[in-house]
């Protein structure tokens, strides 16, 4: 990218080129495939966890129109990603059931869900044909990500950056540990998954951490127990949204039961 003259400002900006080319990517497959939804929102995740790192270094004016728009772009995305995790969900609660009425509970609903999903999908083509407008927000987000002033970027900013998602992914754990609340729970959840990617960039760009002290593997088993709550409480909300709704007792019991008493959770020391 021009005017990325540092050795780590020619790697980020490198890195950041690459990202919006998967996002891109991942815009053009979405309609024809859920997966292509999915690789979408992580690769904006990427991206905006990598312009975190970066923004005191290279600027809020600059960086900030970028991030918004991504973040834009994400929320767009978000019904359609969050309806087919709640199918999956329930898919997955089908083959574990725990017995016969509990399967028939489930032979009876998932169908319900996969309509809510299927008529969400047919809502996001008929607004955005092909997806094209999506993939053009992307394209123009890379412009403006080339046009950044990366020379200015060096080691030492990316740890700054680093060490200040520690301290935010720290406080929100001691906040939502505290209430107990699902949005609570649910903020962690995005701190901590925002320390795991920069963790994860760092590495891939070959830049030491120097005694930042983050065991990225703990990160990724709290990611996944706060992933797990939200699955749930996602499922539940949706059970609740049916239409007709289903009366409480037609939930499948072990579902019911994991919703009321989920598994621990193991927060970072």
Do not use: Y
């Not at 024809?32 to 270094?57: F, N």
């Not at 699902?182 to 030491?208: I, Y």
């Not at 749930?232 to 949706?238: E, H, I, T, Y």
């Amino acid at each position: 990218m021009p005017g990325a003259s540092s050795r780590t400002g020619k790697r980020v900006a490198a890195l950041a080129a690459d990202e919006i080319q998967v996002l891109a990517e991942a815009l053009a497959a979405a309609p024809a495939t859920a997966a292509g939804v999915h690789e979408a929102r992580k690769s904006i995740r990427r991206l905006r966890s990598l312009l975190s790192l970066v923004r005191p270094a290279l600027g809020k004016s600059d960086v900030q129109p970028v991030d918004a728009a991504l973040k834009s772009l994400a929320k767009g995305l978000s019904a359609l990603r969050d309806g087919q995790v709640v199918l999956d969900t329930a898919h997955d609660c089908a083959r574990h059931a725990a017995g016969a009425d509990e399967a028939a509970s489930w032979g009876a609903l998932t169908p319900l869900l996969a309509h809510q999903q299927e008529h969400r999908v047919a809502e996001a083509l008929a607004d955005d044909p092909g997806f094209m407008r999506r993939q053009a927000q992307a394209h123009r987000q890379a412009e403006r990500l080339r046009a950044l002033p990366w020379h200015r970027l060096h080691a030492d900013d990316l740890r700054h950056g680093l060490a200040r998602s520690v301290r935010r992914q720290q406080r929100a754990q001691e906040f939502a540990l505290d209430s107990g609340d699902l949005d609570d729970l649910h903020d962690l959840r995005r701190k901590s998954r925002r320390l795991r990617m920069q963790l994860n960039a760092l590495k891939r760009l070959r830049v030491s951490t120097h005694g930042v002290a983050v065991a990225s593997r703990d990160i990724a088993g709290l990611v996944d127990q706060l992933g797990a709550l939200q699955d749930l409480a996602l499922l539940q909300r949706s059970l609740t949204a049916l239409e007709p709704a289903p009366p409480v007792h037609a939930w499948p019991v072990a579902t019911r039961r994991r919703m009321a008493r989920p598994s621990p959770i193991h927060p970072l020391a």
